[in-house]
């Protein structure tokens, strides 16, 4: 969601003020949340988030424990990252641009090696079902003795080629506006409008 929110911000700010100059269009300057040093910490490839789960996954002795104190280390300081005030073990939160959210720690490194057996997959593959056969996706082979991609490895490879995909076309959004927090009908929040 982090990426697909700086997408719109660049496409929907960025382009049409770049657009508008172009054809001598003076348009008002419109402050937006730049949500970029959010990804970077995210997905930055050494140091980011998703890269320090990735290092404590290959690390023989990596816990969830010293994951998540490696992610306070080197992220604590950042204006996108929410140390817990006590030092409690197994969470962090992240300044998303849509909201504050917090994370527990606590069998991460389990989830992001993928640990399903290769002959579950297997079996699943060779339902007769064609849905059934496509849920989890090719069996990957080891190749040179390397591990096996984790589940981060695979989401950043994934939301690599989506990007691709959305920056080659012309996108266009629908904006929704929620009425009201309560999200009732016949309830118009003016304020709650306003801020979105």
């Not at 690390?59 to 998540?68: A, E, M, R």
């Amino acid at each position: 969601n982090e990426s697909l929110q700086n997408h719109y911000n660049k496409y929907t700010f960025v382009q049409d003020k770049e657009e508008c100059d172009a054809e001598g269009i003076k348009c008002p300057i419109v402050n937006y949340p730049d949500n970029g040093p959010c990804l970077e910490m995210l997905q930055k490839d050494k140091g980011g988030v998703m890269a320090q789960l990735d290092g404590e996954c290959a690390f023989k002795l990596g816990t969830d424990g010293s994951f998540t104190e490696k992610a306070w280390g080197t992220h604590g300081e950042s204006e996108f990252f929410i140390k817990p005030k006590a030092t409690v073990p197994d969470r962090f939160g992240i300044k998303h641009y849509a909201a504050d959210v917090t994370y527990m720690t606590a069998g991460w490194l389990e989830k992001n090696s993928d640990t399903l057996k290769d002959e579950m997959k297997k079996v699943v593959n060779a339902s007769t079902t064609e849905f059934i056969a496509a849920l989890l996706g090719e069996v990957e082979d080891q190749v040179g003795g390397k591990k096996k991609p984790t589940v981060s490895f695979k989401f950043k490879k994934q939301l690599e080629q989506l990007k691709e995909e959305l920056n080659s076309t012309d996108s266009h959004f629908i904006r929704t506006v929620k009425p009201n927090p309560q999200m009732k009908a016949g309830i118009i929040n003016n304020a709650y409008v306003m801020t979105q």
